[in-house]
Nanobody
Framework: QVQLAESGGQLVQAGGSLRLSCAVS????????MGWFRQAPGKEREFVAA????????KYADTVKGRFTISRDNAKNTVYLQMNSLTPDDPAVYSC?????????????????WGQGTQVTVSS
């Protein structure tokens, strides 16, 4: 089992920045990749970014490429999502997830463990 706990979501102005954190605990040796997803009201859960656990290789959805950065701090067992130039299209509940078999997959059902999510709100 792997436990995930997101934090950092809050209200931010359009054009602003925010950094989300995902604290990882438990059997981290089972992790192959991790992803960030988001879900806005009335919409399906959407892939945002992923990182390969072994060498920190990132992957991004086209909608956030160039604005968001996924990273990992091995000493703190934490995965981050730095979000810059936030727009009114970015508000959602952001969740991190663990993929034990692959990395960079965009389908939520392929992930094994999920955090509870953190709310990001953008004011225009």
């Amino acid at each position: 089992q792997v436990q995930l706990a997101e934090s950092g979501g809050q209200l931010v102005q359009a054009g602003g920045s925010l950094r989300l954190s995902c604290a990882v605990s438990g059997r981290t040796y089972t992790i192959y990749g991790m992803g960030w997803f988001r879900q806005a009201p009335g919409k399906e859960r959407e892939f945002v970014a992923a990182i390969r656990w072994s060498d920190y290789m990132p992957k991004y959805a086209d909608t956030v490429k160039g604005r968001f950065t996924i990273s990992r701090d091995n000493a703190k067992n934490t995965v981050y999502l730095q979000m810059n130039s936030l727009t009114p299209d970015d508000p959602a509940v952001y969740s991190c997830a663990v993929d034990r078999l692959h990395w960079g997959r965009s389908e939520p059902s392929e992930y094994d463990y999920w955090g509870q999510g953190t709310q990001v709100t953008v004011s225009s």
